[in-house]
């Protein structure tokens, strides 16, 4: 079983970039399809951003597309997210995820069994 660890996160202006990473152990994350998901406070777990294995397939929620690229790198086993344009509204805690299939959707939390322990992103105006 793979494990994750996201790291990256941290304090910065509205307007400001921040590049997320996520380093798997265990397995080669090339086995995975991948995704990044945002928890603030208050709220539920969302989807940021998927990448299939291979990195074929990418896939945004909205309030991600244009600022945000989802990528990945098999050969050393990381992921990525690049964030640019950051607003307020994106503070929250980053989580990266894992999935053997998309079967049940990319975007839904019950499609993944591993994720990562999160990253804090704070956004200030």
């Known amino acids: 079983q793979v494990q994750l660890v996201e790291s990256g996160g941290g304090s910065v202006q509205a307007g400001g970039s921040l590049r997320l990473s996520c380093a798997g152990s265990?397995?080669?994350?090339?086995?995975?399809?991948m995704a990044w998901f945002r928890q603030a406070p208050g709220k539920e777990r969302e989807a940021v951003a998927g990448?299939?294995?291979?990195?074929?397939?990418?896939f945004y929620v909205d309030s991600a597309k244009g600022r945000f690229t989802i990528s990945r790198d098999n050969a050393k086993n990381t992921m990525s997210l690049q964030m640019n344009s950051l607003k307020p509204e994106d503070t929250a805690v980053y989580l990266c995820?894992?999935?053997?299939?998309?079967?049940?959707?990319?975007?839904?939390?019950?499609?993944?069994?591993?994720w990562g322990q999160g990253t804090q992103v704070t956004v200030s105006s």
């Open positions: 265990g397995d080669a994350l090339s086995n995975y399809n």
């Open positions: 995820a894992a999935a053997s299939t998309w079967s049940t959707g990319w975007r839904f939390q019950r499609t993944y069994n591993t």
């Open positions: 990448i299939a294995w291979n990195g074929g397939n990418t």
